[in-house]
């Protein structure tokens, strides 16, 4: 089973502060996809990278993949509070169709 | 577009009754939908693939006489809590994937908080 790492695991700070969070793999994974859910909610796909060194942005967020695949990490320029939620990386995990989960880095963003 | 719904959202029972989710693709065909169990302030954890048409492959330590899964149409798979106990109490959440996705990329239903009394 390959593994995700995610950290922080934990995250607070202040409306309009900058942050990252990092996922992290001693595996190669064929893509990564990032989602976030809010409490009392199922997750919501934000991204998917495929491509080695690949940044893709959404609106305040910029995802990046590693160069050699195994890790990513998510940029968010002045968060907000709508910014608040636990954020998963994910990816395939070797069976089928399946996917395996980081642990998740749960930010909180106060007003 | 990718909207997957369950129902129900909430559901208390009591200890040794059964409990039947719901998860539905609104929008698009699911060959495959995944259940996943969450505990507070953890990750997901996957209990099963359902295969439209075919038996579900349940994970290594997930009871699949305890935990039903049906998968009748390309829209609609059902988790039964057979027997359910308050250590059943969770998050239940499913997932969908529209026909073959080259990267695995799952579409989230709202989830089904359970609590057994």
């Known amino acids: 089973t390959q593994l995700l790492e995610q950290s922080p695991q934990f995250l607070s700070i202040q409306e309009g502060e900058n942050l990252t969070v990092y996922c992290n793999s001693s595996?190669?994974?064929?893509?990564l996809q990032w989602y976030r859910q809010e409490p009392g909610e199922g997750p919501v796909l934000l991204v998917t990278?495929?491509?080695?060194?690949e940044v893709k942005k959404l609106k305040r967020l910029t995802f990046q993949f590693g160069d050699a695949r195994k890790d990513s990490s998510l940029h968010i320029t002045a968060a907000q509070p709508g910014d608040t939620g636990l954020y998963l990386c994910?990816?395939?995990?070797?069976?089928?169709?399946?996917?395996?989960f980081g642990i998740g880095t749960k930010l909180q963003v106060i007003p | 577009g990718a909207v997957v719904s369950q129902h129900p959202s909430r559901v208390i029972c009591k200890s040794g009754t059964s409990v039947k989710i719901e998860c539905r693709s609104l929008?698009?065909?699911?060959?495959?939908m995944f259940w996943y169990r969450q505990f507070p302030k953890q990750s997901l954890m996957l209990m099963a693939t359902?295969?439209?048409?075919?038996?579900?492959?349940?994970e290594q330590g997930v009871e699949k006489d305890k935990f039903l899964i049906n998968h009748a149409s390309l829209t609609l798979s059902t988790l039964t809590v057979t027997s359910a106990h308050p250590e059943d109490s969770s998050f239940y959440i499913c997932?969908?994937?529209?026909?073959?996705?080259?990267?695995?990329?799952?579409?989230f239903g709202p989830g089904t908080r359970l609590t057994v009394l």
């Open positions: 359902s295969n439209e048409g075919s038996k579900a492959t349940y």
């Open positions: 994910a990816g395939p995990s070797g069976g089928y169709q399946k996917v395996t």
């Open positions: 595996s190669v994974f064929s893509s």
């Open positions: 990278v495929v491509t080695g060194g």
């Open positions: 997932s969908a994937q529209p026909g073959q996705r080259s990267y695995n990329e799952q579409f």
């Open positions: 929008d698009f065909q699911a060959t495959t």
